[in-house]
């Protein structure tokens, strides 16, 4: 083993990078999403949406990695701006469903140049890109 390598150094640490470049790219979308009034977790959270229509607040939180106690605030702003509604599950009341509402398909034409947007703030090309996108959904696995 390499007597010179500290494995606390910043510099040695994969999560750091990992975060950094995380905190980069999602303050890179704050322009743009601030032009349709969202932040980036509820704009994730309406791509979802967008896609599947409706879905339970686990499933949510399962597709987005996100625990409960951030989705429902979260939630509760996408419910004020009318984005979506919640209602209890008719066949179990523990269950929350979550459904996109006609304001939250509009809302999606708005959206559409977001990815746009951001492809020409990211320097990276597009093999690189696709190679990070791949390493980072093993990582998540």
């Known amino acids: 083993?390499?007597?010179?390598?500290?494995?606390?150094?910043?510099?040695?640490?994969?999560?750091?990078?990992?975060?950094?470049?995380?905190?980069?790219?999602?303050?890179?979308?704050?322009p743009f999403l601030d032009k349709i009034d969202l932040t980036y977790?509820?704009?994730?959270?309406?791509?979802?949406?967008?896609?599947?229509?409706?879905i339970t607040v686990k499933e949510l939180g399962e597709r987005l990695y996100l625990d409960s106690g951030t989705l429902t605030p979260l939630l509760k702003r996408l419910e004020s701006k009318n984005f979506i509604k919640r209602e209890r599950s008719a066949e179990d009341e523990r269950v929350v469903d979550v459904t996109?509402?006609?304001?939250?398909?509009r809302l999606r034409e708005s959206a559409k140049e977001v990815p746009k947007q951001m492809a020409h703030c990211m320097p990276l090309m597009v093999e690189d890109a696709r190679v990070l996108y791949g390493l980072l959904y093993k990582l998540l696995k």
Not at 8 to 17: A, G, R
Not at 100 to 105: N, Q, S, V
């Open 41 to 54: 977790t509820q704009y994730i959270t309406m791509m979802v949406l967008w896609e599947h229509k409706s």
């Open 1 to 30: 083993m390499d007597k010179t390598f500290d494995p606390l150094k910043l510099e040695n640490q994969l999560c750091f990078p990992l975060y950094a470049a995380a905190k980069e790219v999602v303050g890179k979308y704050k």
């Open 100 to 105: 996109i509402t006609e304001a939250g398909e």
